[in-house]
């Protein structure tokens, strides 16, 4: 079964966590929006399968997933739903809870930096909030990356199984977002991640590996991976960096 | 079993959604924050917990359930552990998953209405981020509430099983949550949310039959439901509505 994924096709946003765990796991599916427009691509077709008035489950916003018939949005929902069919749960009830709470986490901190460029409204563009963009960026910088980055620390530490995952020893989509969100950090704030992931190294190390692994890598390197720009959550604006 | 539940002792804040399901399944629990000291009760006992050595799946934050040897930290997650020991996620797995979805949504709309009173720092105090906290809530206001709330209306609309649940016919955390969403908006944002409700007729009607069902009525008269204050989520001030 090729699984559907459907995203905005010109960022790596909220997707990649998906497509990450879809690539890491080597299955097959289709970026359905990254598509030409008679395959069904296009920003405007995935704008309007998000308001069919034929699908009663309909998602707020993008990502969704199409699997048959079951239809899931919502990053960590979507991960939920893949995590054991892609063997990227852990094992048993108590590590996919552990693993989908790691990813909720996850998307704290997510909508944390996006909201470092889009503090008062996300309707407006960056340049006509800058002002409180850089009183919540110093802070996000200062206080939040160092918070949420200590803790993930503290749990690879911690982990009985060793530091390399987050959850038992095994891969699990956790570590892929965990990856993803210390490329994010490093591209948006390279100086101020610097200084964070330099207190924290197995997470250093747990990027690494992750970017290692051959599905990963491979992935990294294909025109599949759109780069990091500014119309995603991770933007570089070098102002609001220090 | 009893769950024990661990939450801030003295706001509704994200610990509620998880309360409005234990009670209205009429479930045995401990809040446990809101005891005495000398049964572990106390925001000091609280955050000791959080940053227990010993614990390696310790919270980021609260609230986190423990329910037995299991512990479950952040709100959706420990909905998404309690739903189907409660009665409270529908039927199956795809009904779980759209249960689950929900929630996660309204996670969004809570974590924006908070951001209106906090849009540039959580460390800081309301009233020096008070400025952009006018720009924040306008928007959330006349953009945010109105897109969030008719989306839950046209999934209420749209729900093959009749507009009085949003999962299929029955009871779900989901129904709860929005129920308490519906009271938080209608707390900070009297003006805005009355707008906003008058076009959602499906929302205001699950809102008044969960604050009639026997547990959450009982609920909602006695010393066990907080009050809504300016330390919660929902906060009224004033000049943030309009």
Chains 1, 2 share one sequence.
């Not at 929006?33 to 399968?49: D, F, I, N, T, V």
């Not at 309707?123 to 850089?134: K, M, N």
Request: glycine residues 10%; hydrophobic residues 40%; proline residues 7%.
């Amino acid at each position: 079964m090729t699984y559907q994924l459907h995203y905005w096709p010109t960022i790596q946003g909220r997707g990649e966590f998906v497509r990450l765990a879809l690539e890491a796991a080597g299955a097959e599916y289709v970026d359905v929006a990254r598509e030409p427009p008679g395959k069904g691509g296009g920003e405007s077709a995935l704008a309007q399968r998000l308001s069919d008035p034929g699908n009663p489950r309909a998602s707020f916003a993008p990502p969704f997933l199409v699997d048959g018939d079951i239809v899931v949005g919502q990053t960590a929902a979507i991960l939920l739903y893949l995590g054991p069919r892609l063997g990227l749960a852990g094992i048993g009830e108590r590590d996919g809870l552990w693993a989908h709470q790691l990813q909720l986490t996850i998307a704290d901190v997510v909508a944390e930096a996006h909201d470092t460029h889009h503090p008062i409204s996300v309707g407006d563009y960056y340049e006509d909030q800058r002002e409180a963009a850089q009183a919540r960026a110093k802070c996000f910088r200062e206080e939040r990356i160092p918070k949420y980055l200590d803790w993930f620390e503290r749990v690879l530490q911690r982990n009985p199984a060793g530091d390399v995952h987050l959850v038992g020893d095994s891969l699990t989509y956790a570590d892929l977002s965990l990856f993803q969100l210390v490329a994010g950090l490093r591209y948006a704030f390279p100086k101020a991640a610097a200084r964070a992931l330099a207190t924290t190294p197995a997470i250093v190390k747990l990027h690494a590996n992750i970017g290692r692994r051959q599905r990963v890598h491979d992935y990294l390197q294909s025109p599949r991976r759109i780069p990091f720009n500014e119309e995603g959550i991770f933007r570089h604006y070098p102002e609001l960096d220090g």
